[in-house]
């Protein structure tokens, strides 16, 4: 810390939420560990996504609804870091930004929490037209196909707003949560049910943690790079790159499964219309075995989907690029266009 670093404190931007302000003191408490000499001091504030409550997310339209406020404090150098869920990431960062760090993963599943007079049960077991509530077109898509006894309705809020409306009110026999969220919640026992990739693939970079800097701030990237998880950034950026070679948002339900085992990497990616009845599904693999190679000099920055990862072989995050990559355009040369174009004109009426 010659620079200084060790003489102020690093600020670390957060939104005001309770699961993100959880998520953000893991973060920080691991890096308080790594460098116990540093002074970490956390800074809350509100986001677009979390003042407009009374509308669905796909509706409002803003791809950086729960980021915008965050990436603005940290370029006028008002916070040095900024730790987010890696799914509410858009694809393409602005100018200026990078992922500097992805956490291990969490459970990356989607799970069911049931109304308690549901108790037990799993949604198959759930009686005729019984309403399910999600604000995401993925769940409600591929649900919809699996369970067409069921209903889906929109549901807002940060997670405890949503299991108070669970709870506390007769509108919802069930609600469909990110897993991660609940359990760094602390709130494990509530799951009823995990839905596998057999029934419901999950969100591009659900359950991972994301820690964004400025691209240029060398100190602050090399000091939050430590905290990458190599094989989380590989399946991260497999899951990205499919997403950005589909142009997919939270407009349209595009979904994913990735699995990294012996060194191959599997990436599941599919596109759904938005009541599930038309989808497309594939499945792709590659090596993600290679050496870690010095990478030093002009390319010791280069960046795969908006994330800068120097301690993870160069090799490597180009293969999970490119998997992502050619799995969309397979999906594309098989109609995936079409059903997400339909999707995005339905979803905006």
Known sequence: GENGVDSRAIRVGTRRSQLARIQTDSVVMMLRELYPDLRFEIVAMSTTGDKILDTALSKIGEKSLFTKELENALERNEVDLVVHSLKDLPTSLPPGFTIGAICKRENPLDAVVFHPKNCGK??????????????SLRRAAQLKKKFPHLEFRDIRGNLNTRLK?????????????????????????RIGQLLGPEDCLYAVGQGALAVEVRAKDQEILNMVSVLHDADT?????????????????????????????????????????????????ETMQTSVSYPHQNEDGPNDDVQHVGITAKNVPGQAQEAAENLGVELASLLLSKGAKHILSVARQLNDA
């Open 165 to 189: 409306k669970l709870d506390e009110k007769e509108d919802f026999s069930a609600i469909i949560l990110a897993a991660a969220g609940l359990k760094r919640m602390g709130w494990e026992n």
């Open 233 to 281: 950034v590989l399946c991260c950026i497999a899951e990205r790159a499919f997403m950005k070679r589909l142009e997919g948002g939270c407009s349209v339900p595009v979904a994913v499964n990735t699995l990294l085992k012996d060194g191959q990497l599997y990436l599941t990616g599919a596109v759904y219309s938005l009541d599930g009845s038309d989808s497309l599904k």
């Open 122 to 135: 799993t949604l198959n077991l759930l009686p005729e037209k019984s309403v399910v509530g999600t604000s």
